[in-house]
């Protein structure tokens, strides 16, 4: 008969050493997975945020990172099962495991193999493309917005910009209704706001025959000039689309010139 030996303080305490381990080892691959997965929704984000970011599907690293969550969960549960059998084999007085750990070598092999698919992946999808950045740019410096608004670039800042427009209203002898600080009256109620400035400006000579064919171009008049800052310190110049007032209202053609002077106006403020 086999001698079995009796299993002291410290054979316990290696086991449970041991169970800790493989625990640390499960939680370490649910939190990877949950990362992995999580890359997948960041390449959308980054698709969404800019239309002409050409990034291919990131589905993958969902399934990816999924993997590794339920590995982890399977190391953990496989661990308690094999460490409720070490404790009873200890307490008989002795113990079957001496040979390598399976349940490590089957993990290894399963971690490698899903290595080289993540790197087979990562290599397929590469960086995000920003080739189409540029042409998106200026596309909205100078098309419809989609909402019957049109913007331009200014060349100077938000305050110079400002000033030239209104040296150039009055060379013109247009009115200036209104001009209305928006990020001025953001500060003062404790908020931080880019420099915003709205121009409200007009002729009632020319404005007066557009409300009498179509009264309700007057919820769109006086016309108005937004000039902004953006987040990287471009300054934009901002205003509604003749084209789209017109398809708007129902205005007849000949009388478009009347709230077409806007154009001629922003792109003169904006040199």
């Known amino acids: 008969m086999t001698d079995r030996l009796n299993s002291g303080p410290a054979d316990y305490l290696a086991a449970e050493r041991t169970f800790l381990a493989w625990i640390r080892t499960g939680l370490a691959l649910m939190g990877f997975g949950f990362v992995v997965a999580r890359f997948g929704l ?3 984000a980054m698709q969404t945020g800019s239309s002409n970011l050409q990034v291919r599907s990131s589905g993958l690293s969902f399934w990816f990172g999924a993997t590794l969550i339920v590995l982890g969960i399977t190391v953990n549960l496989v661990s308690a099962r094999r460490h409720i059998r070490l404790v009873r084999e200890l307490n008989r007085g002795g113990t079957e495991y001496s040979r390598p750990s399976s349940i490590g070598i089957a993990l290894a092999i399963a971690l490698a193999a899903l290595g080289i698919g993540i790197t087979i992946y990562l ?3 590469g960086e995000p493309r920003q080739d189409g950045l540029p042409k998106r740019q200026e596309n909205l410096m100078n098309t419809d917005s ?3 608004i049109l913007t331009i670039p200014s060349h100077q800042s938000v305050d110079g910009t400002v000033e030239k427009l209104e040296k150039i209203l009055q060379a013109k002898g247009i009115k200036l209704f209104a001009l209305i600080d928006h990020s001025g009256e953001a500060e003062k109620a404790g908020m931080q706001m880019r420099p915003t400035k709205l121009l409200i400006l007009g002729n009632p000579k020319a404005g007066t025959p557009l409300m009498i064919a179509s009264p309700s ?3 769109d008049l006086p016309i108005k000039i937004l ?3 953006d987040g990287e310190g471009k300054v934009w110049i ?6 789209y007032l017109q398809a708007r209202h129902g205005l007849p053609a000949e009388l478009v010139p009347n709230i077409a ?8 403020a904006g040199e």
């Open 123 to 125: 290599v397929s999808v």
């Open 42 to 44: 960041f390449f959308r």
């Open 227 to 229: 000039i902004w800052e």
């Open 238 to 243: 901002s205003y509604n689309d003749p084209s």
């Open 261 to 268: 002077v806007v154009k001629a106006l922003a792109e003169k």
């Open 146 to 148: 989609g909402a019957g």
């Open 217 to 219: 171009i007057a919820i």
